[in-house]
């Protein structure tokens, strides 16, 4: 199974629609828990739909339900919580979720996470992908 996960900040529309339209990917999986912030710019829920039919041939998911808690993600972002705590809250909030069996397969192969954060190091699209893999059969994971 492949799983493609992408960032949006940090990167031109152009830069960000080239990745996709190229990457193989099939859909993307919005994984926000706010997707239509003023500060998404092309990457606003309605826009990103628009756009990813028209440039790129996909389909567009939001799956709020591999998003964070507003609590988790203020804790990390705003009241100083460090990586590692916020890891340990996220991936358990996944098992209390049961992610594992309530996502369906078919749509998280040839999907990509979509996530506001530039790079997956310090992002829960990695922790997804991880936590997927652990309990299904093996995920390729292609960080665009």
Known sequence: ???FTIGFTKKTAETFFELLRTSG???IVDVRLNNVSQLAGFAKKTDLAYFL????????IHLPLLAPTQELLSAYRNDGADWETYERGFLELMKERTVETEIPKEIM????????????????????VEYLDSHWDSITV???
């Not at 039919?53 to 567009?60: A, D």
């Not at 192969?109 to 997804?128: A, K, M, V, Y």
């Open 53 to 60: 039919k028209t440039i790129c041939g996909m389909e567009y």
């Open 109 to 128: 192969d040839d999907g990509c996470l979509l996530c506001s954060e530039d790079t997956p190091d310090h992002c829960h699209r990695r922790l997804i």
């Open 1 to 3: 199974m492949n799983v």
């Open 142 to 144: 292609h960080h665009l």
């Open 25 to 27: 990917a099939k859909r």
